[in-house]
């Protein structure tokens, strides 16, 4: 329909649902924000717009009205109605397509994430029906910033029999996966008056980024084929960030006499160990090692999450803190965010009660051991000169490349649209350089569903030296 007073054409269709009102609103609305009503124009009368339309004038006033409340229409005594001025431009919308954006990754092996096509969706649904049915009514209120106490409850007995972890439901804290926990532990740290934290030197940066922002500097320790070298720490870290069940990205354990070491550290000076068991379910040559927690549970922070075994997304992580330090982690949650997602936590505990989360990992860990054993396998084959380091264990290998060749080896995975990342996007900035291990990929072989891992694990092959 022709808009002659308005200089375009408005686009209204008298049949839309809602009545010509509600058409016209949309009209006037899609001529604003595509550009055809430029910010600042000035709308003709209602009177005059309703002759021109051929519709009452009430129904071009309502409409004006409804824009003007939705603040796509400015209405102001004896300057008329204009079109709202706005900052920026509207955002042009993206042509729908099947193909994959430029740039995307056809097989992506980056490190750190599971096969998301395996999450146990019939069984979990199973679970949160369960749960949902039993729950009693106040669970759906504000909740308690811990926790529900039935995910508590199931992760100390799941952690004491699966990790060795000395945990009571409440020295347990309920988060929304490591980085929370790692925020509000940073919160806490600076306000006991820490300022130095001392880290891996390869590891992520977002988490050594979650310590900056609490105001706290990151010291790297070496690392090497024992684990982090926690001879280096020193009277003036307050804590030390550790993953010693699978150094990651490194992939190897945390040596028992350097166990010992950084547990006599932490009661010598006070300060405390921050524990990530990111996949310390996942070990394949032998039986899982215990959590490090299990040495001195006043003295370790153990973090883990749903991340790896599970899925990310749903935001699920705990940590089994010391006593002293139960309610300065409750307060500064409690300022932030009171409580992770009812439903997801009463899900979880039945989840782990009725035994459906052992049956999970150990499908899963089935999975990636096979699928570890064909990477290395294909190596001895295809790529005699890369060779996998680390322990059997975890979602993900380092693939030692021959000297100079890292960069060389991820740029020609891009070409091949194969997501990868080479060992030095994971060295920290302060890192010495002394001592730097060789040339390597860090590849996640969890990632892939089962239907494009051979796919994946063919074309790595072909881009390795």
């Given amino acids: 329909m022709s808009g002659r007073a308005l200089g375009i054409d408005l686009h209204l269709d008298p049949g839309t649902s809602g009545g010509v009102r509600r058409g016209l609103t949309d009209a006037l609305r899609e001529a604003v924000r595509g550009g055809r009503l430029a910010p600042g124009t000035r709308l003709p009368a209602s009177r005059t717009l309703a002759a021109d339309l051929g519709l009452a004038r009430n129904t071009v006033a309502d409409a004006y009205a409804d824009l003007v409340a939705e603040g796509w229409l400015t209405a102001r005594q004896g300057s008329g109605t204009r079109v709202a001025e706005r900052p920026g431009r509207a955002p042009t919308p993206a042509p729908a397509t099947n193909r994959v954006p430029f740039g995307g990754h056809r097989y992506d092996l980056h490190p750190g994430r599971p096969d998301l096509a395996s999450f146990p969706r019939a069984e979990w649904l199973k679970a949160a029906r369960r749960a949902l049915t039993a729950a009693p009514n106040e669970a759906l209120g504000y909740g308690d910033p811990r926790g529900r106490p039935e995910l508590r409850a199931a992760l100390a007995d799941y952690l004491a029999r699966a990790r060795g972890v000395q945990a009571s439901p409440e020295r347990i804290v309920v988060c929304a996966g490591f980085v929370q926990g790692m925020i ?22 977002l988490h050594w980024d979650c310590l900056a922002r609490a105001g706290l500097r990151t010291r790297p320790l070496p690392i090497d084929e024992l684990g982090a070298d926690v001879g280096e720490l020193g009277s003036g870290e307050g804590a030390v960030l550790l993953t010693p069940a699978h150094q990651f990205p490194l992939g190897v354990a945390l040596h028992p006499s350097r166990r010992a070491a950084v547990v006599d550290w932490a009661r010598r000076t006070g300060s405390l160990i921050l524990e ?11 039986q899982p090692v215990g959590a490090l927690q299990g040495l001195d549970p006043d003295r370790v922070v153990y973090l ?54 052992d049956r999970h990992v150990r499908a899963a860990r089935l999975r990636y051991r096979r699928r570890r054993d064909q990477l290395v396998a294909a190596l001895a084959v295809r790529a005699p000169a890369v060779r996998a380091t680390g322990i059997a264990a975890g979602l993900h290998a380092v693939l030692q490349l021959p000297p100079g060749t890292e960069r060389s080896v ?56």
Avoid: I, N
């Fill in 184 to 205: 509000l532990l940073g919160e806490v740290l600076h306000g006991r008056g820490v300022r130095d934290v001392a880290v891996e030197s390869y590891g992520l940066d």
């Fill in 304 to 357: 883990g999450t749903a991340s790896k075994s599970l899925a990310p997304g749903l935001r699920l992580g705990w940590m089994v803190l010391p006593a002293a330090l139960v309610d300065e982690v409750v307060a500064a949650k409690g300022h932030t965010d009171w409580s992770c997602g009812v439903l997801d936590q009463l899900t979880l505990a039945e989840f782990l009660g009725s035994g459906a989360y």
């Fill in 276 to 286: 990530d068991d990111y996949d310390g379910e996942f070990r394949y040559d032998r």
């Fill in 410 to 465: 991820v740029q020609a995975a891009a070409w091949q649209r194969l997501g990868v990342a080479g060992l030095s996007a994971f060295r920290h900035e302060r890192a010495p350089e002394a001592g730097d291990p060789v040339d390597a990929l860090v590849v996640g072989y969890g990632t892939p569903p089962d239907h494009a891992w051979p796919g994946a694990l063919d074309t790595l092959c072909r881009v390795l030296p």
